[in-house]
């Protein structure tokens, strides 16, 4: 079961912190990532990261702004978002699976409730 939260609102060029907690055993083949969806558009890959050895993958409109990360003993994987612009507003979601980093929202087999992110221009 994953749980996020951290969203709200924020003036844009400022920062937010999401985070995604796992609850029962996290195995080491698993893959976690953050996606988004704006209204009226479809889900998108924001940030993917790999359980056991903490590779990354970013989407280029994020790059440079967002960092994924995991806290193992904690079982809490984290989006910081820094100079955020007004095309970030999106619910966002945390998802996770099995066996390979793949950015299609549509293979992940676990996700989490979605979390609102407002910035305001």
């Known amino acids: 079961q994953l749980q996020a939260y951290g969203g709200g609102l924020v003036q844009a060029g400022g920062s937010l912190r999401l985070s995604c907690a796992a609850s029962g055993r996290i195995d080491s083949n698993v893959f976690t990532g953050w996606f988004r969806q704006a209204p009226g558009k479809e889900r998108e890959f924001v940030a993917l990261?790999?359980?056991?050895?903490?590779?990354?993958r970013y989407s280029d409109s994020v790059k440079g702004r967002f960092t994924i990360s995991r806290d193992n003993a904690k079982n809490t994987v984290l989006l910081q978002m820094n100079n955020l612009k007004a095309e970030d507003t999106a619910v966002y979601y945390c998802?996770?699976?099995?066996?390979?980093?793949?950015?299609?929202?549509?293979?992940?087999?676990?996700w989490g409730q979605g979390t609102l992110v407002t910035v305001s221009s």
């Open positions: 998802a996770a699976r099995y066996g390979s980093m793949l950015s299609s929202p549509n293979v992940y087999d676990y």
């Open positions: 990261i790999s359980w056991s050895g903490g590779s990354t």
